[in-house]
């Protein structure tokens, strides 16, 4: 349905402007002060426009366990988080409805699910994730969650001789079961989108990396994977490869214009290099760094070294929540703890430009998403600047970076179609969606995993504790 948004606020170079902006057959056809209304009017006085942001990096099942997770750093975080990992496909449909839901409200209009798979039903997790997301019209990047290596072979091995279990399939199984599922899921232009995303070095070998490489060559798909979130990964590398993560993955060809790499706290100055020549893309997510204690990713230094960087919520048992505007508040002013030249410290609207246009960068999608032009795709925010949290007047991206915007967002269109009104989701009943989630679940406090109790004394020696 094509409409004109009507007397939008909108950012220009360095102001603000009011104007009309036209969207026909879901683009935006034009934008100007003075526009005949075209189609549907949607009227937007005080309501500030923004091109919609991109949650990169997030798994949606993680919701399931939010508020409940040890304080652990990730290799303990991961273990426990995989004992109680729900394994069925009614709850992983809720917690993609409910990722969606929480992104959308948070000026997000495309997320990336690093989609856990249930063992046995990979295939119908993935159809479901997919299923919910067409329903709510979120644009969504499925990307299954792939490894061929046991949890314990993550961990350093240090002076101790570590054998593993091996995986309990085989690499080539895991490769059919991607292919599969792009030649069921893959509809870019309807907004869905499989990416090939073996977790990371520390569980894959290279014969996964590279069997998605030529996946992600045969259907040019974006490739998305964990990098150095961790010391133990560091150490870990070197351990592999007897030199860095970033030079192996290089080495092996996975590194492109297509690559996301979620986290990348650990890196050294010629990794960024790396990262730079090959325009591979780093996805923070400060507030999972934060909460595992992972450490402080080096955005500045990535900034100053033209390497592009969106954010990512990551999955909700490591923030605990879905937020993306938290997300970008932290991922910005947490960087002027690490330079004290405030010359280099990013500005709400370079944090705005990295959660829309660098977003879209990471996901080979910058032609078509991530700014408001004409031409591009009507993925749009509306946020109401008459909101309390957004009072009183000053500058209203300051306010919505800075500040602490509660209810903010009035309207969300994705592909040109409307998912989110005066600030309600439009296209799913999220009061049911609310029951369900209740209903699925109840109060508890404290858990015992098995495989914490394994791992953890070797971890604790390996890593020097
Ligand atoms: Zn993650």
């Excluded at 159809?127 to 046991?150: C, H, K, N, W």
């Excluded at 070095?201 to 974006?222: H, P, W």
């Excluded at 969106?310 to 703890?337: M, R, V």
């Excluded at 591009?376 to 007047?393: H, I, W």
Aim: charged share 20%.
């Amino acid at each position: 349905m094509d409409f004109t948004i009507e007397n939008a606020l909108i950012a220009t170079q360095d102001n603000y402007t009011t104007a009309s902006v036209q969207v026909v057959n879901g683009r935006i056809a034009a934008i100007s002060s003075q526009l005949d209304t075209a189609g549907v009017s949607v009227k937007a006085d005080n309501k500030l426009l923004l091109p919609g942001f991109v949650n990169a990096h997030t798994h949606s099942s993680e919701m399931w366990q939010r508020g409940i997770m040890s304080m652990f750093p990730l290799e303990l975080w991961l273990a426990e988080l995989y004992d109680f990992a729900p394994l069925d496909l009614e709850k992983v449909y809720l917690s993609a409805l409910g990722t969606a839901v929480e992104t959308l409200l948070s000026g997000g209009t495309t997320v990336v699910d690093h989609l856990v798979l249930i063992p046995g039903k990979e295939l119908e997790t993935i159809a479901t994730a997919v299923r919910a997301y067409q329903e709510i019209g979120i644009r969504a990047f499925v990307a299954p969650l792939i490894q061929d290596e046991s949890l314990a072979a993550g961990i350093p091995c240090g002076d101790t001789k570590q054998t593993h279990e091996p995986y309990f399939r085989s690499t080539q199984a895991t490769l059919n079961i991607i292919e599969a599922a792009i030649k069921q899921f893959h509809r870019p232009g309807e907004g869905i989108s499989i990416v090939v995303a073996p977790t990371g070095i520390q569980l894959c070998t290279d014969a996964l990396f590279r069997g998605c490489v030529e996946l992600s060559d045969k259907y040019n798909l974006c490739r998305h994977s964990h990098l150095l979130e961790t010391k133990a990964q560091e150490k870990l590398a070197q351990e592999k490869y007897a030199c860095t993560a970033v030079e192996h993955l290089n080495r092996i060809g996975y590194l492109d214009y297509r690559t996301s790499l979620a986290h990348c706290v650990h890196l050294t100055d010629s990794d960024i290099e790396i990262l730079a020549k090959t325009k591979s893309t780093v996805v923070h997510n400060p507030l999972s760094n934060l909460r595992l204690g992972s450490g402080i990713a080096p955005v500045l230094k990535y900034r100053q070294a033209g390497v592009n960087v969106s954010f990512g919520c990551d999955g909700a048992s490591s923030n605990d929540s879905q937020d993306l505007l938290e997300a970008i508040k932290i991922g910005s002013i947490l960087h002027n703890l690490t330079d004290k030249d405030y010359q280099y410290w990013i500005s709400p609207r370079q944090s705005v430009q990295m959660a829309a246009l660098g977003g879209a960068i990471g996901l080979n999608m910058e032609n078509e998403n991530g700014s408001l032009e004409v031409g591009k795709k009507a993925d749009l925010v509306l946020y109401d600047l008459t909101s309390l949290s957004l009072l009183p007047r000053t500058d209203p991206i300051g306010l919505l970076v800075l500040g602490r915007p509660v209810n903010v967002v009035d309207s969300v269109w994705v592909n040109g179609k409307q998912v989110v009104a005066e600030g309600e989701v439009t296209t799913i009943d999220v009061k049911n969606l609310r029951q369900e989630l209740f209903k699925h679940s109840e109060w508890q406090t404290k858990r015992k995993s098995k495989t914490v109790a394994e791992l953890e004394t070797h971890y604790r020696l390996v890593m020097g504790l």
